[in-house]
């Protein structure tokens, strides 16, 4: 989803321990884009941050500890969902902040490198599922008042509406390498908008 592109273009009120964070995570964010996640060392994430290697492995532990703390904060700094009155316009917003995210030279990077490496490494799996899930549940709440609206029918699992908008944009990505284009976004806001209101959806 849409993302805030600079993970420490502004550093949280809270002191030391905040700056250490953002630094730690920028870090961690400039070593999984560069190295990925196999490659990515809590040494080397101390040095590039200039804090100490204690303060990382007892705050962190791991590198999955430095990843799932990372996807909390991208969670964090994404823009709030949608809230036009309309679902066509919601869900064109949610298709388009997916395609801005991925086509963006760093925050892509990042989503790529979490991608390939929860193919393999259950714990980076389960750092990139909560992060979607999180966003997921967010966006949810759009197609919930639209079926409060009238808008789609009753029963419609809002869930699957938004996993449906973005499952074509991220096969594009990762199984068929195809440019992940405003076009393409348009394209599954309208499949998966008359699949909805024919009852597609309906749990």
Known sequence: MEQSSRLAGTVRPGG???????????????????????GLTMD???????????????RWGSRAGLVTDLMTELADQSSPRADTGSIEADLRANALSVCEAVNDGRLGATFQAMIAAATSDEQAAGALRA??????DEWASVVELAVARGELPAGTDATEVIRAVSAPLYYRLVVTREPVTPEAAERSVVRTLAAARAGAFIS
């Not at 321990?17 to 196999?38: K, M």
């Open 44 to 58: 080397q994430v101390a040095a590039r941050a200039g804090v100490g290697k204690t303060t990382v492995y007892r």
């Open 131 to 136: 992060f979607y899930l999180r966003r997921i």
């Open 16 to 38: 030391r321990t905040a700056r250490v964070r953002a630094a730690v995570l920028q870090a961690t964010q400039d070593e999984l884009v560069e190295h990925g996640f196999h």
